[in-house]
């Protein structure tokens, strides 16, 4: 949404939210945005580069101002948090019922049934946590509907408006690889209108 629209404000603004971005510590937030610019930059063709560059020259300058070292603090951009170690947990329960899954809500159960407290409440990883507890059918039927989704834009006159839903639904999607958006109702209900107000688009 900032990436469409024009003037200086604008320009402050996207410098301002890659600042933020970069201030927060998260790689996978990193990667979420770069993605979604990416995504913008392939049908806009425009020099989104610009904002990127100054966020992170304004987000370094923040930093150094608070003392911290450039040599140690990258370490806490990349520590994946106990995310392998989970994954492997899922992966291993998966196998027991790999076509239908456990059910919903089965990663919870796994969190109280787990008297020593190592297991979490989300996978941080939704096509993961899909494929536990709806299994192969259900995460087929999503990659199913994900795939008309992108079908449908790419046929539709590709406005402004059309491409920033598209930006939002891909960087969720991004997102999905590491954390869990479709669990988060401010960020799964922005998901819910990428993908439906796609579809009411005129020429659908």
């Given at each position: 949404l900032i990436y469409i629209k024009t003037g200086k404000k604008w320009f402050i603004v996207g410098c301002?939210?890659?600042?933020?971005?970069?201030?927060?510590?998260?790689?996978?937030?990193?990667?979420?945005a770069t993605a979604s610019t990416a995504f913008y930059s392939l049908y806009r063709r425009m020099k989104v580069l610009v904002p990127i560059i100054v966020g992170i020259t304004f987000f370094s300058v923040i930093f150094l101002l608070h003392g911290r070292d450039f040599k140690t603090t990258p370490a806490q951009y990349i520590d994946a948090s106990g995310r392998i170690e989970i994954w492997q947990i899922v992966s291993d329960e998966w196998r027991k019922k790999p076509i239908t899954g456990h059910g919903l809500g089965y990663m919870r159960f796994m969190r109280l049934a787990d008297e020593t407290t190592s297991t979490w409440s989300h996978t941080h990883n939704e096509y993961l946590q899909g494929l536990l507890e709806i299994g192969l059918i259900g995460v087929s039927l999503i990659g199913y509907c994900l795939f008309d989704y992108f079908k449908t834009f790419l046929s539709i006159v590709k406005t402004d408006e059309a491409l920033s839903l598209a930006c939002m639904m891909a960087g969720l999607l991004v997102n999905s690889f590491f954390n869990f958006p479709a669990h988060l109702w401010a960020i799964s209900s922005l998901g819910m209108v990428s993908y439906t107000f796609i579809y009411i688009f005129p020429g659908n």
């Open positions: 301002l939210a890659w600042a933020v971005i970069a201030l927060s510590g998260s790689i996978s937030g990193v990667v979420t």
